[in-house]
């Protein structure tokens, strides 16, 4: 079976911190994609980003990064210099590419907290 | 380019009553995958279609219904409502199997 794993219920920090989201994931599956989304108070799942399982190369975007491993089934994310407009929920997400594409398995999310 | 739009935003129902809602992809997105969200459950996947076919299902009841029309517009429906179907439900599209999903701004169903 799969699972995802965000043992972060809440975290809250101060304006300009940096913070790492940690995301664990299970399957026996060799080929799957995993996700990030956003989810301010409005509700709406923001799509952040996808990584397929054979590119684990780390991704900057901006103030965002991702950091992949598979040795330890690990797809953590960090915020640097965390701005107030951050404060979401976070959650990471597994599909597997075969058969279930269109399924996304998710972590209970992570709710950070970035005060002024 | 238009988002997924989610029609109604906000519904109320009693039990028993039965409820259904409705899901416009993006444009040119060809499957549209639904979740419920609640806050003891988190995001649950309920079902995919693509191309007017069902692909995925979760582990729901069979209370849990869904369609797709030919133009990928969708729709869930759901019978003889319970208190525990009070839920956030969000719809998604994408254009494919394991491409990024898109989502809209959710239902809010409550259940009185």
């Known amino acids: 079976a799969q699972k995802v794993t965000q043992a972060q219920t809440e975290i809250s920090v101060v304006e300009k911190e940096d913070v790492t989201l940690d995301c664990v994931y299970e399957?026996?599956?060799?080929?799957?994609?995993l996700f990030w989304y956003k989810q301010p108070p409005s509700g709406e799942l923001v799509f952040l980003i996808r990584r397929n399982s054979f590119d684990e190369q780390n991704e900057i975007s901006g103030r965002y990064s991702w950091n992949f491993q598979k040795s330890t089934s690990s797809f953590n994310f960090t915020i640097t210099a965390s701005q107030v407009v951050d404060s979401a929920v976070y959650f990471c997400?597994?599909?597997?590419?075969?058969?279930?594409?269109?399924?996304?398995?998710f972590g209970q999310g992570t709710e950070l907290s970035v005060k002024p | 380019k238009a988002g997924v739009t989610q029609t109604p935003r906000y519904l109320i129902k009693t039990r028993g009553q039965q409820v259904t809602l409705s899901c416009s992809p993006i444009?040119?997105?060809?499957?549209v995958s639904w979740y419920q969200q609640t806050p003891g459950q988190g995001l649950q996947f309920l079902f995919e279609y693509f191309s007017e076919t069902q692909r995925n299902k979760g582990n729901f009841p069979g209370r849990f219904s869904g369609r797709q029309f030919s133009n990928s517009r969708s729709e869930m429906n759901v019978s003889t409502l319970e208190l525990g179907d009070s839920a956030l439900y969000l719809c998604?599209?994408?254009?494919?199997?394991?491409?990024?999903?898109?989502f809209g701004p959710g239902t809010r169903l409550t259940v009185l």
């Open positions: 444009s040119g997105h060809r499957s």
């Open positions: 399957t026996r599956d060799t080929t799957y994609y």
């Open positions: 998604a599209s994408s254009f494919g199997q394991a491409a990024e999903q898109f």
């Open positions: 997400a597994l599909s597997l590419i075969y058969n279930q594409g269109g399924k996304l398995i």
